[in-house]
């Protein structure tokens, strides 16, 4: 009998919830709350693209995290080679959100795709790579050379154009050749350019490889540079704000514990390198140590100033015919909002991404 009028009263208490909910907003947030309070349903999922580039870390991280968890969403990174095919896909709707360079976000917005950077990758991470050999001391002294750029839309040319205001110099002082960034240490070590200016790890590529140095970090230049952001098609954003959120917050938290420490930075390396970016973990662990600031996974909200002075420079440069607004290209609530906790990445098990705990 007692059983019996407890499930009643609790039945009873259900039923008026579910009247009062419904009333006012309908069945679709009581049932989300039922989900999430009782279980049950699979959980959801998003494919998120990158590429193996060391900007990119905190894609394969949150995968990695959210393959080894029982609970939340599940976000699938797919590995690309170059950007155009990723562009492609995000605007096509094959994916949802990706990591882009922001010149390269900015002109998908300028070209009416609907998307916004919601958050940013990292922060610093690139420099200008000369011979081992080369008398080369600073930026000036590679006037009238060649320098490779991975592209026409992307920061690491802004970054010259900047280097170029401080020096009383022009961008037609020198000799820029776009060129893919995994061919840049081989056409440095044959001569076939002066330097080459890039996000890592390609600048660690040839230090380690003893055919390059580095002549400037752009952490020493421009400290807080910005290349890589998160991507996300506004469909997406409008269907399902909380699932972006759970994504924005993978991200932040998974920055914060890289930048607990280097025994962090080695476990991320290790995984990444291993199961994701098809590159020896050692040249990832060189990378996130050599120095520990040499790129930075915190701070990552987009603030309005420093994209203000990316527009003014791509605007200057023939980048862009005209500025865009801040608020046209991104969307900062979700990075504003995001956990300010990090989120530690489970340590290798040796089974890889594949095997770990899928989709229920």
Request: charge should be neutral.
């Amino acid at each position: 009998m007692k059983w019996k009028l407890l499930g009643a009263v609790v039945g009873g208490a259900l039923a008026l919830y579910a009247l009062h909910i419904t009333t006012s907003t309908g069945w679709g947030p009581w049932v989300e709350d039922v989900k999430r309070t009782f279980g049950g349903g699979a959980r959801e999922q998003m494919i998120v693209g990158f590429l193996p580039v060391t900007c990119h870390l905190t894609c394969p991280v949150v995968d990695w995290t959210t393959r080894h968890s029982d609970s939340g969403s599940l976000f699938q990174s797919k590995k690309y080679s170059e950007f155009p095919t990723m562009c492609e896909d995000l605007t096509e709707g094959k994916l949802g959100a990706a990591f882009l360079n922001a010149p390269l976000a900015i002109s998908l917005v300028s070209k009416n795709v609907n998307v916004k950077l919601v958050s940013l990758g990292h922060r610093d991470g690139s420099a200008i790579v000369v011979p081992a050999k080369s008398e080369a001391k600073e930026f000036k002294d590679l006037v009238g050379k060649k320098i490779l750029i991975p592209s026409k839309f992307s920061n690491q040319q802004l970054w010259m154009a900047r280097l170029c205001k401080q020096n009383g110099l022009k961008l037609t002082d020198f000799e820029t050749i776009v060129c893919p960034p995994p061919d840049m240490p081989a056409m440095l070590e044959t001569g076939k350019c002066a330097a080459y200016v890039v996000g890592e790890p390609f600048c660690a590529l040839a230090e380690l490889a003893g055919t390059g140095r580095v002549l400037l970090q752009v952490k020493d230049s421009w400290p807080g540079f910005i290349s890589c952001g998160l991507v996300v098609r506004q469909d997406r954003i409008d269907q399902d704000r909380e699932l972006i959120q759970e994504l924005v917050d993978g991200i932040h938290g998974s920055g914060l514990w890289l930048e607990q420490g280097l025994e962090n930075r080695a476990s991320a390396a290790e995984v990444v390198g291993k199961y994701y970016y098809n590159q020896d973990p050692k040249l990832l662990q060189f990378v996130l140590s050599k120095p520990v600031d040499r790129v930075r996974y915190d701070h990552l909200t987009p603030l309005k100033p420093d994209f203000e002075e990316i527009m003014g420079l791509a605007v200057e440069i023939g980048m862009f015919p005209k500025v865009l607004e801040f608020e046209s290209f991104t969307d900062a609530s979700f990075s504003l909002s995001a956990s300010k906790l990090p989120k530690a990445m489970p340590p290798d098990d040796g089974k890889g991404p594949e095997t770990a705990k899928a989709a229920k």
